[in-house]
């Protein structure tokens, strides 16, 4: 029987081949001190980085960097960018890369309104009150940043790897082109990302049809193009459907009217990567979401 639900979704999607260059209309009125967060390389290979930066130049801001940002992103990098942040009174942020970048990204913009240590946040989340606007061209299908409030932060020294929230993105471009290149271990561990994020919603107490509907079309859309993105790392059709899908596996969309997920999948994931620092996808994968 469908449940009691709370639906709130303010990030703006823009999806399409070559819509990057909406971006310099997107932040208009957000101020002119930018924070661009990436991670390494690979958004100056595809020409993202260039893009954006001319993107940025273009509309008079001025630019402040934070590189490096890891997979399982770490909080040390969080600590970087609220210092950049404080220091230089940035004004918005923005985000080029996966999921990794802009989960950090959310934490950097909770942070750099913040007095205390970024990490309270992660262990407090009702302490977050304002936040920076974040802005994020994404350039993997896998975890749904971009289109939810939450972010997950490693801290190596204490050997977590935990949630913080309350920070969704004003508007995240999705160009399924910036997803060919990726390469096949890591569209594949995106892909598991995506059917653990669905199966996780779907398998509760109760649910509800329109919701059943939801995760049953997630399910089918990313098994029968997944292979196929796989196999022909170009094909725009599906890399786009997988990249869609991908969008709303954290939205509230897939549990509307459902029982809440205790989400178990993520929860032994996440112990396991803040030990040994696996790919999300890949610890996701181990325990079964192939076989599902």
């Known amino acids: 029987m469908i449940q009691s639900y709370d639906l709130y ?93 802009l989960d950090c990204s959310k934490a950097i913009s909770c942070g750099a309104l913040y007095d205390g ?12 009150g304002r936040h920076l606007p974040i802005f994020d061209v994404i350039t993997l299908a896998a975890t749904g940043s971009e289109y939810d409030g939450g972010g997950v932060i490693t801290n190596e020294e204490t050997k977590e790897k935990l949630s913080v929230g309350g920070c969704y993105p004003v508007a995240s471009i999705l160009d399924p082109e910036y997803t060919f290149t990726v390469p096949a271990n890591q569209t594949a561990a995106g892909i598991s990302d995506i059917l653990s994020h669905t199966f996780e919603q779907y398998i509760v107490a109760e649910g509800s049809m329109i919701s059943d509907g939801f995760c049953e079309s997630m399910l089918k859309t990313v098994m029968h193009f997944g ?58 994968r181990d325990q079964g979401t192939d076989e599902l």
């Open 9 to 101: 979704l303010p990030t703006h999607l823009v999806f399409g081949k070559g819509r990057v260059s909406e971006l310099g209309n997107l932040i208009k009125g957000y101020g002119k001190k930018v924070l661009l967060t990436y991670g390494g390389g690979f958004v100056k290979r595809i020409g993202l980085y260039d893009t954006v930066k001319q993107i940025l130049t273009d509309a008079g801001c001025d630019i402040f960097e934070l590189s490096g940002i890891a997979p399982n992103p770490k909080i040390e990098s969080v600590r970087a960018g609220v210092e950049i942040c404080k220091k230089e009174g940035i004004e918005f942020i923005v985000s080029i890369g996966g999921g990794s970048t």
């Open 227 to 284: 292979p196929i993105a796989l196999k022909d790392p170009t094909n725009f059709e599906a890399r786009g459907e997988v990249l869609a899908a991908s969008s709303f596996g954290c939205c509230g969309l897939l549990g509307l009217g459902r029982t809440p997920s205790p989400w178990p999948c993520h929860g032994i994931e996440h112990e396991v990567s803040a030990w040994y620092d696996i790919t999300h996808g890949v610890g996701l």
């Open 117 to 128: 240590d970024p990490w309270d946040l992660v262990i407090h989340n009702d302490r977050i």
